[in-house]
């Protein structure tokens, strides 16, 4: 009986040890690290080495460095990585508070397939060529100029006329629709909008919202802004507001205008 209990002892450490090296080698990043859509490889930004991504073979545990460097040499410090479809890695870093570069690269090769400078990168699904990006005024510019939403092909989905700030692009879950914030800086009225991503000529949707804060998809037809200290939800259909609620000492309270938030 002893024995057995030894045998049984034995084989279950053993597992556990199969099974950790498993876990921490092969199938598994450490939380530092973004697991590409193959489940083949896993990036992370190598803060001792800057201006390099670290590159982990998920298979063998090899790892390769990967060096971030525009063309024009503005970029200065890497914001964030995303992986895209084909072990596609594209790299976003900071050039100026109004503008940074999108890097996109093919890992197992690493040659750079795009470049591009601009904000609020984003896409529409894993396709390199699903991206749709803010064009900004440059922040040294005295006045705000036209800002426009670009394309993959540079086409503008949307443009303002000027002394309007555009940013926090999001795209809904089915590529269908933009949702973006927009300020007059005049007015200093800041704006939720939504149009057509196919540029069909589709009537933009808009509301007053006031405040700014995270801009995200709660599902196809309804856009949220949050912040610790408030949450507004927007419809994509109709252009009203659904749903206001400011959190703390009126946590799930529910509101009838937007300006009770800015009281």
């Known amino acids: 009986?002893?024995?057995?209990?030894?045998?049984?002892?034995?084989?279950?450490?053993?597992?556990?040890?199969?099974?950790?090296?498993?876990?921490?080698?092969?199938?598994?990043?450490?939380?530092?690290?973004?697991?590409?859509?193959?489940?083949?490889?896993?990036?992370?930004?190598?803060?001792?080495?800057?201006?390099?991504?670290?590159?982990?073979?998920?298979?063998?545990?090899?790892?390769?460095?990967?060096?971030?460097?525009?063309?024009?040499?503005?970029?200065?410090?890497?914001?964030?990585?995303?992986?895209?479809?084909?072990?596609?890695?594209?790299?976003?870093?900071?050039?100026?508070?109004?503008?940074?570069?999108?890097?996109?690269?093919?890992?197992?090769?690493?040659?750079?397939?795009?470049?591009?400078?601009?904000?609020?990168?984003?896409?529409?699904?894993?396709?390199?060529?699903?991206?749709?990006?803010i064009s900004p005024t440059p922040h040294f510019s005295e006045e705000i100029g036209p800002e426009s939403i670009l394309d993959f092909s540079d086409n503008t989905v949307f443009k303002t006329d000027g002394g309007i700030s555009l940013s926090n692009l999001a795209i809904s879950p089915n590529g269908e629709k933009i949702g973006f914030l927009s300020t007059d800086h005049q007015s200093e009225k800041i704006m939720i909008n939504v149009i057509s991503s196919d540029m069909l000529g589709n009537e933009e949707k808009s509301s007053w919202v006031g405040v700014s804060g995270e801009l995200e998809w709660k599902n196809d037809d309804v856009l949220r802004i949050s912040s610790p200290e408030y949450e507004v939800e927007f419809s994509a259909i109709d252009g009203n507001i659904v749903n206001e609620m400011r959190f703390g000492e009126t946590s799930n309270e529910s509101m009838t205008e937007i300006e009770d938030i800015l009281e």
């Not at 040890?17 to 190598?46: F, P, Q, R, T, V």
């Not at 990585?81 to 093919?106: D, F, G, Q, R």
Request: include cysteine; glycine fraction near 4%; proline fraction near 2%.
């Open 1 to 133: 009986m002893k024995k057995q209990i030894k045998y049984i002892l034995v084989f279950a450490i053993c597992v556990g040890i199969i099974s950790y090296c498993l876990y921490n080698n092969k199938s598994h990043a450490s939380s530092s690290e973004k697991i590409s859509i193959s489940g083949e490889l896993a990036a992370s930004i190598d803060e001792s080495n800057y201006g390099h991504i670290k590159i982990r073979d998920l298979q063998t545990n090899e790892i390769s460095m990967l060096e971030v460097k525009d063309s024009l040499m503005l970029a200065n410090s890497i914001e964030d990585i995303k992986w895209l479809e084909n072990n596609t890695l594209a790299v976003i870093s900071h050039v100026n508070p109004s503008l940074s570069c999108l890097l996109v690269y093919n890992v197992r090769t690493q040659e750079l397939i795009d470049e591009r400078y601009g904000t609020f990168f984003e896409w529409a699904n894993e396709a390199p060529s699903s991206l749709y990006y």
